[in-house]
């Protein structure tokens, strides 16, 4: 059974950190392009980052460059979202998906594989 199981998420003041891991079990994902995308209340799923089969092809939302790094380490079957800087309006459910192909998509319907997702709430 393939699952994506995402973590570190929390309650952090304005301008504060986190960390978010998503860890692969069932199947390796080191030829997919992995991503991360965010859902507030009463909002549609939207884009955050996305990475390349081997890391070198990153893709930003406009509202994640400069302030958060998405990694992967294949051996590890895992990928990351350093967030920094973080604001009020980060505020959501952060999903980690996988997409069908090696290529980064901003789409969500390219992602055949998506974890339940873990809370960041950014207080002011």
């Known amino acids: 059974q393939v699952q994506l199981v995402e973590s570190g998420g929390g309650l952090v003041q304005a301008g504060g950190s986190l960390r978010l891991s998503c860890a692969a079990s069932?199947?390796?994902?080191?030829?997919?392009?992995m991503g991360w995308f965010r859902q507030a209340p009463g909002k549609e799923r939207e884009f955050v980052a996305g990475i390349n089969w081997s890391g070198r092809d990153i893709v930003y939302a406009d509202s994640a460059k400069g302030r958060f790094i998405i990694s992967r380490d294949n051996a590890k079957n895992t990928v990351y979202l350093q967030m920094d800087s973080l604001k009020p309006e980060d505020t959501a459910a952060y999903y980690c998906?996988?997409?069908?192909?090696?290529?980064?998509?901003?789409?969500?319907?390219?992602?055949?594989?998506w974890g339940q997702g873990t809370h960041v709430t950014v207080s002011s």
């Open positions: 998906a996988a997409a069908g192909t090696a290529v980064v998509f901003t789409d969500k319907n390219k992602y055949n594989y």
């Open positions: 069932g199947r390796t994902f080191s030829s997919n392009a």
